[in-house]
Nanobody, 121 residues
């Protein structure tokens, strides 16, 4: 079993920054991919950014140039630096990892509980 603990959400004004963190814990063997998703009220959950074990990244078009995803493999931690925040970024942000464990060698997805990000003046 993998547990995810997210932190860093909050209320900010347009143009400000936030940094989200997500720590994966448990009997983890390898965390292959670490993702940030978000879900705004009345909308579907969408992929914001993804980072693979080797460091390659992928971003939603709406956040390119403003958000940066990074990871610390030694700490099984993923970060999302969010700059120039806009009201449209308001959502619950979820961390997801693809990982295997000592109990289950087959990799599977694990989700965090979500952290609220609100951008408002």
């Amino acid at each position: 079993q993998v547990r995810l603990a997210e932190s860093g959400g909050g209320l900010v004004q347009p143009g400000e920054s936030l940094r989200l963190s997500c720590v994966a814990s448990g009997n983890i063997l390898t965390v292959y991919a670490m993702d940030w998703y978000r879900q705004a009220p009345g909308k579907q959950r969408e992929l914001v950014a993804q980072i693979m074990f080797g460091g390659s990244t992928n971003y939603a078009n709406s956040v390119k140039g403003r958000f940066t995803i990074s990871r610390d493999n030694a700490k099984n931690t993923v970060y999302l630096q969010m700059n120039s925040l806009e009201p449209e970024d308001t959502a619950v942000y979820y961390c997801k990892v693809l990982a295997n464990t000592r109990e289950n060698f087959s990799a599977q997805d694990y989700w965090g509980q979500g952290t609220q990000v609100t951008v408002s003046s």
